[in-house]
């Protein structure tokens, strides 16, 4: 059976119930189920879109759907193919069974692989849901969140769909072939862009829900996307400078101390950080008052020295907490099917951030401890979760097993503070996560990419990484400048590290200096918020006095360009723009700017060339085409050609657009 529905074409055969409907501009949404309905799902993605005009032409068997410009042609054996307005083929689904291609008037294979299959998971209601596409020749692929790689075309890679410290599973893909692909399913799983096969697998679901739009541009697609998922609040203006970090400091008299280093410096700092272990146990979520005695003092010091303070905030909760007990009782905790719930740090379980009453409950404690002191910037670590070994099979939340819904966890708990800050009358909202899946962008969340190692090769991982989240629809990204592991102050080689991150770090959309530093410091108690170690000193005066020069020429540097770094943070509220980019995204007609992958843009007008390699001291980059300005030496050179130049330790090769930001 097939029929018009509406903006929709609804397909009932055997089996398996198919939809394909118009979703905003230039898109559709396509769901398949072979459940006796669809489901109402909690987890999906996509906003409810106004009704666009759609053009359905139904004939016997076979439809064509068309909504701007995209056209989706569905066959007789229920197997679809999408077009832009030009008639070019975009994608299209893998199809190797005689009979229905016997029907299509296609080469014929015994092979007998179906499109969509659905293979029942034993004694539940749910699939293991594959869904395979036709590769495409010379296809580059971009986007799919945070991976610890250094490849920025993901294509001829495979990609597990699930989160871990370090990795975000955003499940966006943007193609060279002018589409957007959202897999609109929050099951662990894979996908595979192989040369033979695209291969999309979701290990435990219900439903097949995936959305494709056509594009012009980069940039068409990319807002398109933006519309269908949410776009980021403005941010706050403490956003936009430097953030002071590191783990831990272990009392308030400490990071008092480098507050007022920092100022009687003269050096501006808009973020400093409260980590993990302020408290008296994980779950309590307030201070340890034994080492962080009158809070709201703190809290107003460091806001007259022009500092927000960003205070840590776990999901897990020990069995010694004050609010462990209630938490168990009223179902609020993550559920294991066997043995016990714990995360990495001990006897802890996890609160359930899909539950909307543990996420009103969790926020009550925050809100009376914490955000009724002054304190409205969160650090809501440990997104993923981290449980122990990421037993994805082991965990079941209030919205489903881990395997069907668990990549949501980073978005309901970006949701729990969004919304409680929100309710307080709040604007502007930011806090950081260590993960996110769609849609974690219009809750505030600024992502950063978890606990690297520091070193050159981790650098060029984040790299790729910052580049892919802000394509997948993750605006605001920063990393651990330095990272996060393995820097020792003393070493001359990881000061350079430190160094050439710092000058990349400028040219992120959050600047964020933080890292576990050797030689570590032992604890100064047993019990609540001293029983932890901390890290060395890692301040910019910690690494010596070259080191200290430069940090402080580029935190002024950012200083500097305030007012254009607000310019990008509302381009990327108002459109969902990614505010560091590729260059194809501003240059999709010059070829040369799909290929490279050692450069970026921040913003439309500043092009960035770090320096990502040990010992390098000059780098060759790629002008498109246009005028630009190097900004440290003011030379103008023609574009649409390679340059070679000098990059000694304090330079990272910047240049901008000629005619603009005349102030730099």
């Known amino acids: 059976m097939l029929k018009q529905v509406g903006n929709s074409v609804f397909r009932r055969n055997e089996k398996e119930m198919l939809q394909i409907e118009a979703w905003g501009n230039n898109s559709f949404r396509v769901r398949a189920t072979q459940c006796g309905k669809f489901p109402e799902e909690e987890w999906s993605a996509l906003e409810p879109q106004p009704k666009t005009d759609c053009e359905i032409n139904v004939n016997g068997k076979q439809a064509v759907l068309r909504n701007g410009k995209i056209r989706c042609e569905l066959m007789a054996t229920g197997k679809m193919k999408f077009y832009n307005q030009k008639g070019e083929l975009l994608l299209e689904e893998f199809d190797r069974n005689r009979f229905r291609t016997e029907i299509q008037g296609e080469f014929n294979s015994a092979l007998e692989i179906d499109p969509r299959t659905f293979d029942p998971v034993p004694n539940t209601d749910n699939y293991k849901l594959t869904v395979r596409f036709e590769p495409n020749d010379g296809e580059k692929i971009y986007g799919m969140g945070q991976y ?43 996908v595979t862009f192989g040369k033979n096969v695209t291969e999309w697998t979701a290990y435990s679901t219900k439903v097949m829900d995936y959305w494709i739009t056509a594009g012009d541009t980069p940039a068409e697609i990319e807002e398109a996307y933006a519309d269908v998922t949410g776009k980021v609040p403005m941010m706050p203006d403490y956003g936009m400078g430097f953030w002071q970090c590191k783990l831990r400091y272990q009392t308030r008299d400490e990071i008092m101390e480098v507050a007022r280093g920092y100022q009687e410096r003269g050096i501006p700092v808009d973020v400093i950080v409260c980590d993990y272990f302020h408290w008296p146990n994980q779950g309590d979520w307030k201070f340890d008052l034994d080492y962080w005695p009158d809070p709201d003092s703190m809290v107003k010091e460091l806001k007259d020295m022009g500092m927000e303070l960003m205070v840590s905030i776990w999901p897990t909760v020990e069995e010694g907490s004050e609010n462990y007990q209630e938490l ?39 809100k009376k401890n914490y955000y009724d002191k002054g304190i409205k910037v969160f650090w809501l670590d440990e997104a993923e979760p981290e449980f122990t070994g990421y037993e994805f099979s082991h965990y ?47 809750y505030g969340a600024l992502v950063w990419s978890g606990d690297i190692d520091s070193s050159f090769r981790s650098l060029r991982s984040q790299f790729a990484a910052g580049l892919n989240m802000g394509l997948s629809g993750i605006p605001w990204w920063t990393t651990d400048i330095g990272g996060f592991h393995g820097g020792n102050i003393e070493d001359e080689d990881f000061k350079e590290v430190l160094v050439r991150w710092f000058e990349f770090g400028t040219f992120c959309p959050v600047m964020r200096l933080h890292g576990y530093r050797e030689p570590i410091k032992k604890p100064l108690g047993t019990i609540g918020g001293g029983k932890h170690d901390s890290g060395a000193e890692n301040e910019i005066w910690s690494y010596g006095e070259e080191v200290y020069e430069i940090c402080k020429k580029y935190i002024l540097l950012r200083e500097k360009m305030r007012p254009y770094v607000k310019e990008l943070m509302l381009e990327a509220h108002e459109k969902g723009s990614p505010v560091m980019r590729p260059l194809f995204y501003d240059f999709p007609e010059d070829q040369k700017c799909w290929e490279i992958e050692d450069q970026y843009m921040f913003g439309s007008k500043i092009l960035v060339a770090p320096v990502l390699h040990e010992k390098q001291r000059e780098r060759t980059l790629y002008l498109p085409q246009g005028s630009w300005r190097d900004f440290q030496e003011g030379t103008i050179y023609c574009g649409g050609q390679f340059i070679t130049v000098q990059a000694p330790i304090d330079v990272i090769p910047v240049y901008i657009k000629e005619g603009s930001l005349e102030y730099l």
């Not at 490849?151 to 193609?175: G, M, T, W």
């Not at 995360?343 to 009453?357: S, V």
């Open 148 to 190: 610890q790689q250094p490849y920025l075309d993901v294509k001829n890679c495979r990609l597990e769909l699930a989160h871990r410290n370090s990795q975000a599973s955003i499940p966006f893909a943007l193609s060279s072939k002018g589409y957007g692909f959202l897999w609109n399913n929050p099951a662990i799983g894979n």
């Open 328 to 366: 168990k009782e009223e179902g609020f905790l993550t559920r294991c099917e066997h043995g016990k719930n714990t995360n990495i740090l001990g006897n802890a379980g996890i609160f359930d951030a899909t539950n909307p009453d543990a996420r009103a409950y969790v926020w009550s404690k925050i």
């Open 396 to 442: 079941r939340y209030h919205q489903g097993t881990d395997m069907e819904v668990g990549n949501i966890y980073p978005k309901e708990y970006a949701r729990m503070a969004y919304e409680g800050m929100e309710a307080e009358g709040q604007k502007n909202i930011l806090n950081l996560l260590r993960c996110a899946w769609v849609g974690s962008q219009k």
